[in-house]
């Protein structure tokens, strides 16, 4: 089965991520300084998941998890990683590394993105294309690979793993000007298709989510005659994110959650 834009689905009604939804699972966060990121790590530690915090500033990351280890003790961890920049390799490590620490990874969060600007495609610089691309794209299919054996690797606890891919309004970032990062995100649900159906059986599940309208720096970049300060913060996609990565995110395994 494919993962199909009309193939959607709703978080349940009232629905509150309870304080022990990830209790003991590891989870990596992957553009943990953005809007969603941070809002997503903040809420899966506070469901009890350890998580990694990946992004590429470092004393932002340092801030981001004084803020989450003083809420949750030793619920954090850093990984500072440049995604335009990384290799192959890079990603190699970062899965040696969670391997080394942690000993197991039951979910993994996309929320990085690569956005330069509303521009006519062929306007692009090649450099910046391709990045865009890269961030956006090819770098969570490369720590997918790289990851894999981690998130099929049976736990203890018999719990099982989620990949949650964020994605944006297909309707509007297929229209012009929106160049490389509309190209990535709807190359991104052909992904989630791929991966869906090659693991649809096995123990790690995936997910694609299609957030609401939220206060983010993409968004003032993208939407100039807006006030984005009247949009509602991106708290509650992370509670989506939270129920997607638990047990509960099983029924909405290879669908689209759309939050609109």
């Known amino acids: 089965m494919r993962i199909e834009l009309r193939d959607t689905a ?44 990946l992004g590429r500033k470092v004393r932002p990351l340092e801030k981001l998890y004084d803020e989450i280890d003083a809420a949750h003790p030793g619920a954090a961890a850093i990984y500072p990683l440049d ?14 590394t969670i391997a080394r620490e942690f000993g197991r990874l039951d979910g993994i969060v996309f929320a990085a993105a690569q956005f330069d600007g509303l521009q006519p495609a062929v ?25 894999a054996e981690l998130l099929h690797r049976e ?27 509309g190209t990535a995100k709807h190359a991104l649900i052909g992904l989630a298709s791929t991966l869906h159906q090659e693991w649809e059986t096995s123990r790690a599940r995936v997910h694609a989510l299609l957030p609401a309208p939220m206060r983010s ?23 989506a994110v939270v129920y997607l990565l638990g047990a509960e995110g099983a029924a909405a395994r290879g669908k689209v959650l759309d939050l609109r």
Not at 124 to 146: C, D, G, S
Not at 217 to 239: C, H, V, W
């Open 217 to 239: 720096a993409l968004r003032r970049m993208a939407y100039f005659g807006e006030n984005t300060l009247e949009l509602p913060t991106a708290d509650g996609t992370a509670q």
């Open 83 to 96: 995604l335009a920049g990384a290799s192959p390799k890079d990603y190699d490590d970062l899965a040696a």
């Open 155 to 181: 736990s203890a606890d018999g719990a099982d793993a989620s990949v949650v891919f964020a994605l944006d309004d297909p309707a509007r970032v297929g229209k012009a000007f929106w160049g490389g990062y």
């Open 123 to 147: 306007d692009a610089k090649a450099e910046a294309w391709l990045k865009t691309l890269h961030v956006n794209l090819n770098a969570p299919f490369l720590i997918v690979q790289a990851c």
């Open 10 to 53: 709703r978080l349940p009604a009232d629905w509150k991520a309870k304080p022990d939804a990830l209790r003991d699972r590891v989870v990596l966060i992957v553009g943990a300084l953005g809007a969603l990121g941070s809002a997503s790590a903040k809420a899966a530690a506070q469901a009890g998941a350890k998580v990694i915090l």
